[in-house]
T-cell receptor
Framework: EAQVTQNPRYLITVTGKKLTVTCSQNMNHEYMSWYRQDPGLGLRQIYYSMNVEVTDKGDVPEGYKVSRKEKRNFPLILESPSPNQTSLYFC???????????????FGPGTRLTVL | AQSVTQLDSHVSVSEGTPVLLRCNYSSSYSPSLFWYVQHPNKGLQLLLKYTSAATLVKGINGFEAEFKKSETSFHLTKPSAHMSDAAEYFCARGTSYGKLTFGQGTILTVHP
């Protein structure tokens, strides 16, 4: 089954304790992206990647890191989480079409993060 | 900056009555526009997309949306609401480098 998976689905942590949220897709998509969802704000892009070893900032990258060492995986790293990073996080992926992301993106189930 | 505005944060309808969820976008020469649905504790599912072909776009589960360039709108409609339609709906536009810019979301409540 074609899908985007995220782990963990739920996480409660404390300020300053480094954490990683994993994202994996089995559709051989070149493009991957992370979004955070907050009430009344919709989804906002954190980082995106056009291919292996190619990443770039989205709208709200502060406090986050990403890496793309393999095509299927795109982990989101919070080096020193803070309470304002409490949110619902989504990973998404899509194909590239003529070198540009095909905007129909496939989303993972989400990771609900609480930072105390 | 390109933006998307969903005009209603909550919409409440009775089962069997029409649904209208409103979305406006900032002007662009050729927007790609999408509607996604999010059921509780689920990820986002694509309902339909507009990519400069027909202005009336049909999606899954009986939903459709009409692209109106003169009004910069892309409203989502359904003739008859079902209880299973209760969810949060997001309008989004795409950019050339793949980012989706989302509206704030509209929560649809369907009453029996």
């Amino acid at each position: 089954e074609a899908q985007v998976t995220q782990n963990p689905r739920y996480l409660i942590t404390v300020t300053g304790k480094k954490l990683t949220v994993t994202c994996s897709q089995n559709m051989n998509h070149e493009y991957m992206s992370w979004y955070r969802q907050d009430p009344g704000l919709g989804l906002r892009q954190i980082y995106y990647s056009m291919n292996v070893e190619v990443t770039d900032k989205g709208d709200v990258p502060e406090g986050y890191k990403v890496s793309r060492k393999e095509k299927r995986n795109f982990p989101l790293i919070l080096e020193s989480p803070s309470p304002n990073q409490t949110s619902l996080y989504f990973c998404a992926s899509s194909l590239l079409e003529r070198g540009r992301p095909y905007n129909e993106q496939f989303f993972g189930p989400g990771t609900r993060l609480t930072v105390l | 900056a390109q933006s998307v505005t969903q005009l209603d944060s909550h919409v409440s309808v009775s089962e069997g009555t029409p649904v209208l969820l409103r979305c406006n976008y900032s002007s662009s020469y050729s927007p790609s526009l999408f509607w996604y649905v999010q059921h509780p504790n689920k990820g986002l599912q694509l309902l339909l997309k507009y990519t400069s072909a027909a202005t009336l776009v049909k999606g899954i589960n009986g939903f459709e949306a009409e692209f109106k360039k003169s009004e910069t709108s892309f409203h989502l409609t359904k003739p008859s609401a079902h209880m299973s339609d209760a969810a949060e709906y997001f309008c989004a536009r795409g950019t050339s480098y793949g980012k989706l810019t989302f509206g704030q979301g509209t929560i649809l409540t369907v009453h029996p």
